[in-house]
């Protein structure tokens, strides 16, 4: 592996650079209390966040079905843009992960299953509007991670080819659309994840257990 850092690092965004789940968390709880159902406990709802809002609304709607649940995602969705960022923070460690890529002369990236409409004003109030290179979110095109699409689309944009990238996201779903992206992936493990999800079988090039592990075992380096 290369001593320098790799020419582009992309991430997702919720359980990778950012913990959103309190903000997540309270919206889910106001729509709950809006349906007079129970609320659910952060702890029940935090490990499945990074598997989407249909996910969250499972956990958190038990009784419902498909097409109930379904009904409900624009009034949660809804909920969590009127709070984006209240409770949000970045995970201990980002901040120097970002300025150490950045002092490396490489640049970084963030690529979400999160509708572009809720990650780009939560970008902006990070302050990470001039400083992100490029930002795609799950309906900026066709079809959304696993699939491919969006982190090859990020390399088009940006004139660098997917051998040469970086992508560390805390979902296997983010693993699988690095690796048939043909880029290096490196699973975050301290984001959400249910207990019987185990990373071992994603098939990540690496697994980091905190941020800073990706600068003292070099895992944002080229290949």
């Not at 249909?54 to 079905?65: V, Y």
């Amino acid at each position: 592996m290369s001593d320098r850092i790799a020419p582009l690092v992309l991430f997702d965004l919720d359980g990778t650079l950012l913990d959103s789940a309190r903000d997540l968390h309270a919206a889910m709880n106001a729509l709950l209390v809006m349906k007079s159902e129970p609320v659910i406990a952060f702890d029940e709802f935090r490990p499945v966040v990074s598997k989407g809002a249909r996910a969250m609304l499972k956990q958190s709607f038990k009784q419902a079905d498909d097409r109930q649940r379904e009904s409900l995602l624009p009034e949660f969705l809804g909920l969590y843009e009127k709070s984006l960022a209240q409770h949000s923070r970045l995970f201990d460690g980002i901040d120097a992960v970002l300025a150490h890529i950045e002092a490396g002369a490489s640049r970084w990236g963030i690529v979400t299953n999160k509708p572009y409409y809720l990650a780009e004003p939560l970008v902006a109030k990070l302050g990470w509007s001039g400083r992100s290179a490029v930002l795609l979110g799950g309906d900026s095109l066709p079809r959304k991670k696993p699939d491919p699409d969006q982190l090859l689309h990020a390399c088009a944009v940006l004139s660098v080819e997917p051998q040469q990238v970086v992508y560390i996201g805390d979902d296997e779903r983010d693993i699988q659309a690095a690796n048939a992206a043909d880029m290096r992936s490196i699973g975050a493990l301290w984001g959400y994840r249910p207990l019987d999800d185990d990373p071992a079988r994603w098939q990540a090039d690496a697994l980091a257990d905190t941020p800073m592990e990706l600068i003292t075992r070099g895992l944002m380096h080229s290949t």
